[in-house]
């Protein structure tokens, strides 16, 4: 908006924007530099009294780091799997949403709250449920003369414990982004569907998916991308065991910091995954755009 | 993308209802029970072994029994206390300084033209594409600079930063839907400035700023990486307690960790179900932030 009257008061609407601005700047966006710069440097925080220049040491060390590359493996398995359970799940309860059942809104809060919930709070609640001396999912297994098995405790299972976790947590989002997407689409292409004969299974697949198909596509890109970096569920409920099993790539830069205190190497493993997630968001970009157009978003 | 939120939410059937068939009512029902099968189990079992006797505990066919309200008592007078009282002091005072800031920052986003205002926009929203993991190392190094570790301070600086970008963008999705007739015409009348945002924008944009500090209050107070690296001793939140008893020493005291569980979910679960409509559309809005 241009104001022929505004005059000086452009000036004051600079100064209302600025204090947010600069907070951003200092406390987002330098930080985020800053590990950038120390990725070219030597500095452990124990044995170095500040960061030293070691030019490219540690690109060196990345390309060969072969726990590096376990981990960035773990968590593509692992993200692979949560954001197709995810998608799943959120498709067909987005779907029954947009059905307009009877209290829609109260039954969609409800749903909501895994994801509004703290991330600690959903580990504890699934450590607890898969934990074999108080936990109902191992006593029911054993109930029903299934196996004894140690979910948090197996490399395989630990794996798949995150990934029952996670879709729980995160379900909530897909089915309400895809709701919302469902939710555009005419009505009166329902009924002309209907009045055609064709089955709900048929107006799923031919009306309702082809029109929300942009945003299934921005909604699991929103959902990798978060899921390949998961660090808080992997802290609580498995500690990155048995083993280095889930041992995510969060968790390994995790631990080369905290742990290790290599600062450098470590800010070194961030800002090769900031690499490789700008190619990722890239992409995604390029195709989200024109899928939130089209699906009208 | 404003409307589809309030859209989704608000509007009833559209004509749909009449085609209800017996097929449709089967399918409700289903998807009914799916929905509260997947998500109220799990709190369920929490809330029930927070109430379970510690003798009890182990025995998980122990279905009905008389719930102890001891832990409860406990959380308040005991060393739990403290922490709750932290993250509930931070979060609120975080969650109060992101929205004065944003909400200045989105009256001139969303009220004013200016030559870079897309950059200086997309700048602000920028942070909230890098993961949290990228600037957690320099911040504990400032936080250790600025002697500020293990306080109450550190959460609060902290917290405000985190979520002014989210807010400004929820807020803003609010400013542009008052009608700019209103404010020119304030503006002819002779209004200032400072009378215009704090009489016409502000309360016209109250369910925004409401949003946005549900949002970020429940961001904040969910908030478990940064509290973990920059606190210690003193300033612990109840994440970074929570934390402490599933992995540490204590993790055999079941109940004290179910009792932290609920008490760190009820506050969330308040808001959702008072502000549902005004939720879902700040959380629309704002997982489509890019």
């Known amino acids: 908006m241009r104001w022929a009257t505004l005059g000086r008061g452009r000036f004051y609407f600079f100064l209302l924007m600025l204090p947010a601005v600069l907070y951003v700047v200092a406390w987002r966006i330098a930080p985020a530099l800053y590990t950038i710069l120390l990725s070219f440097t030597q500095y452990n925080i124990v044995y170095d009294s500040g960061p030293t220049w070691n030019h490219l040491q540690n690109y060196g060390r990345l390309l060969h780091d072969s726990g590096l590359l376990e981990s960035l493996r773990i968590s593509v398995m692992f993200t692979g799997a949560a954001t197709a359970v995810e998608l799943l799940v959120g498709l067909g309860v987005g779907a029954f949403f947009d059905s307009d059942p009877p209290a829609r809104n109260l039954l969609l809060g409800i749903f909501l709250l895994p994801m509004i919930m703290a991330p600690v709070v959903v580990g504890t609640i699934w450590a607890i449920l898969f934990d074999p001396t108080i936990g109902p999912i191992p006593y029911l297994i054993q109930v029903l003369h299934g196996p004894r098995v140690e979910w948090l405790g197996s490399s395989v299972l630990a794996l798949g414990g995150l990934v029952v976790a996670d879709a729980w947590e995160w379900s909530p989002l897909l089915a309400l982004l895809l709701f919302s997407a469902m939710q555009t689409i005419p009505r009166e292409q329902y009924e002309a569907a209907r009045v055609d004969g064709s089955s709900g299974w048929q107006l799923f697949w031919r009306v309702v998916l082809p029109q929300v198909r942009g945003m299934v596509i921005v909604a699991a890109g929103l959902r990798f991308m978060d899921a390949l970096l998961e660090l808080d569920k992997v802290i609580v409920m498995t500690g990155g065991g048995p083993g280095a099993s889930t041992g995510f790539v969060s968790y390994y830069v995790y631990r080369q910091a905290f742990q290790a205190y290599e600062l450098g190497y470590a800010s070194t493993v961030i800002t090769g995954l900031l690499v490789l997630l700008a190619v990722v968001y890239g992409l995604y970009l390029r195709n989200s755009s024109r899928m939130l157009r089209s699906a009208n978003v | ?271 959702v179900l008072s502000f549902r409509a005004a939720l879902v559309r700040g959380l629309t809005a704002g997982a489509l932030k890019s």
């Open chain 2, 1 to 271: 993308m404003s409307e589809v939120g309030s859209d989704a939410v608000s509007s009833g059937g559209r004509g749909r209802v009449a085609h209800v068939g017996r097929k449709t009512r089967w399918g409700h029902v289903l998807g009914t029970v799916f929905v509260l099968a997947w998500t109220l189990p799990p709190f369920l079992y929490l809330i029930l072994l927070s109430v379970k006797p510690e003798p009890l505990m182990v025995e998980r066919s122990v279905l009905i029994f008389w719930p102890t309200f001891e832990r409860y008592r406990d959380v308040v007078i005991s060393n739990f206390g403290a922490p709750i009282w932290t993250s509930l002091v931070t979060s609120t005072t975080g969650a109060l300084f992101t929205l004065i800031l944003a909400s200045l920052a989105g009256v001139t986003f969303s009220f004013l033209d200016f030559r870079g205002k897309a950059a200086l926009f997309l700048l602000i929203l920028l942070p909230r594409m890098f993961p949290p993991v990228t600037t957690l190392i320099p911040i504990q190094l400032t936080m250790k600079t600025l002697g500020l570790l293990d306080t109450r301070t550190a959460l609060i600086i902290l917290f405000t930063g985190f979520q002014i970008p989210l807010a400004i963008w929820v807020m803003r999705t609010f400013f542009d839907e008052i009608p700019r007739e209103l404010v020119e015409s304030a503006a002819l009348d002779g209004a200032s400035l400072p009378t215009i945002v704090t009489r016409v924008v502000l309360p016209l944009a109250g369910p925004g700023l409401l949003t946005a500090f549900i949002l970020s209050f429940i961001f904040n107070w969910n908030e478990f990486l940064f509290p973990l690296v920059v606190t210690g001793l003193n300033a612990k939140t109840g994440s970074v307690v929570l934390m402490s008893f599933d992995t540490g020493y204590k993790k055999l005291q079941y109940g004290s960790l179910a009792v932290l569980g609920v008490v760190m979910t009820v506050p969330v679960i308040l808001f």
